[in-house]
Each structure stands twice: as C-alpha cells, then as structure tokens.
Nanobody, 122 residues
Framework: QVQLVESGGGLVQAGGSLRLSCAAS????????MGWFRQAPGKERAFVAA????????TYADSVKGRFSISRDNARNTVYLQMNSLKPEDTAVYYC???????????????WGQGTQVTVSS
C-alpha cells in the first residue's frame, strides 16, 4: 500500500514562492497519476494540479495557471508542486493525492497524504 507524506509548507509573504514535496513509499508510485488538492477554512477540498503517470501531461485549476507547476520524479517516488507569485487566497492545507484516474477528482483519489499547511500573508 502506497503511503504519501507531504513536506514544504509554511508561512510566506504575498508574491513569494514555496515548493511542496510528496514522497511515496510502500508501493508502485509510477502506476498512479498524482495530484494536489487544497482546502481552505470553511471551504471544500478543491483540485489544484495533476500530472499523468509518466509526467507527460499536466493540468491545473484556472486559479493557479501560470503560477504553479507540478512535476514528478518516478525514480525518487516524489511529486512536487512549485508555487510562485503566491497570494493570500492560496492559503490552505495542501494535500497530495494518488489516483488511478487522470485527471483525478476527489471521488477518484485512491490515497491521500496527511496535508501540509501553506499560509500566505498580505
């Protein structure tokens, strides 16, 4: 069974950057499409970005296009989310997700990470 562990969250000023990492262990990482979702206080968990099994295809929520970039390293069993030009509205808990479907929806996610907090101050 694959386990996902996120890291890289923190507090950053508006306009700054963060890179989130999600390390997978215990399974065949390359058989999963990977994604990032986020959940702000009082809101539902929402899709942010996803990457296909080989990394050849990516997709993003409109709210992060041009600012966020998802990538994966199958040799290291890790997926990344590079976040640039951060805004206060990006503040949320960010969750890594593994799915047999691409792009993943909340309902198609097979496995969630525990989440990492990202806080953007104005």
């Amino acid at each position: 069974q694959v386990q996902l562990v996120e890291s890289g969250g923190g507090l950053v000023q508006a306009g700054g950057s963060l890179r989130l990492s999600c390390a997978a262990s215990g399974g065949t990482f390359g058989t999963y499409a990977m994604g990032w979702f986020r959940q702000a206080p009082g809101k539902e968990r929402a899709f942010v970005a996803a990457i296909s099994w080989t990394g050849s295809t990516t997709t993003y929520a409109d709210s992060v296009k041009g600012r966020f970039s998802i990538s994966r390293d199958n040799a290291r069993n890790t997926v990344y989310l590079q976040m640039n030009s951060l805004k206060p509205e990006d503040t949320a808990v960010y969750y890594c997700a593994a799915s047999n479907a691409f792009p993943p929806s909340k309902g198609s996610v097979n496995l969630w990470g525990q989440g990492t907090q990202v806080t953007v101050s104005s």
